[in-house]
């Protein structure tokens, strides 16, 4: 079993749907960061939390450090959302990372 | 500000030969991490460099090496390679480390092996 799992593998939507992404961890961690890889390859990245809730823009995340859980949340979604969003947690000074959400969203 | 840079973009190499990357971090960063990425294993942790010393390895074989130099460029190295080490290689830069401070990315080199 991976230490970060994420759900969906793929995603597809009409553009101003609302979208979640979810990720799911089995390690200690000191942060978890939301990247953000369009084709091409170059990554941003888009949150880094350590707990509760952070908002930019259309983009929302939230995290439970409880239940070991984070979600990414994209209000009214748009084509130029269209990227592959990865988890990523850090533990024991080095990152890792989930297998990513395909995300396609159509006019 | 400028971002965190990679050189070369793109390279060919053959299988047996050896091949060096470099990455420029974010001014005042002096933490670097490199990163493979390929299809089938996704983005692995390879190694991060902190102030010209090793901080954390990642389980990759010993023909994958780096350096940190005093102005926090960095440098890895693949010796002897195979196929499978086609990928995007990745750095990362941040303040002091990967566990509580952002990352920032540098655009990528893929590396084709033939």
């Known amino acids: 079993k991976n230490e970060v799992e994420q759900s969906p593998q793929n995603l597809t939507a009409q553009e101003g749907e609302f979208i979640t992404i979810n990720c799911s961890y089995s390690v200690g961690i000191s942060a978890l960061h939301w990247l953000q890889q369009h084709p091409g390859g170059g990554i941003v990245s888009l949150f880094m939390?350590?707990?509760g809730k952070k908002k930019h823009g259309r983009l929302i995340a939230t995290i439970n450090i409880q239940e070991k859980h984070s979600s990414l949340h994209i209000t009214a979604s748009h084509p130029r959302d269209s990227a592959v969003y990865i988890c990523a947690v850090g533990s024991t000074d080095k990152l890792i990372f989930g297998t990513g959400t395909r995300l396609q969203v159509f006019p | 500000k400028a971002g965190v840079t990679q050189t070369p973009r793109y390279l060919i190499k053959t299988r047996g030969q050896q091949v060096t990357l470099s990455c420029s971090p974010i001014?005042?960063?002096?933490?670097v991490s490199w990163y493979q990425q390929t299809p089938g294993q996704g983005l692995q942790f390879l190694f991060e460099y902190f102030s010209e010393t090793q901080r954390n390895k990642g389980n990759f074989p010993g023909r994958f090496s780096g350096r940190q130099f005093s102005n926090s460029r960095s440098e890895m190295n693949v010796s002897t390679l195979e196929l499978g080490d086609s990928a995007l290689y990745l750095c990362?830069?941040?303040?002091?480390?990967?566990?509580?401070?952002?990352?920032?990315f540098g655009p990528g080199t893929r590396l084709t092996v033939t």
């Open positions: 939390l350590s707990s």
């Open positions: 001014s005042g960063h002096r933490s």
């Open positions: 990362a830069s941040s303040w002091t480390g990967t566990r509580i401070y952002e990352q920032y």
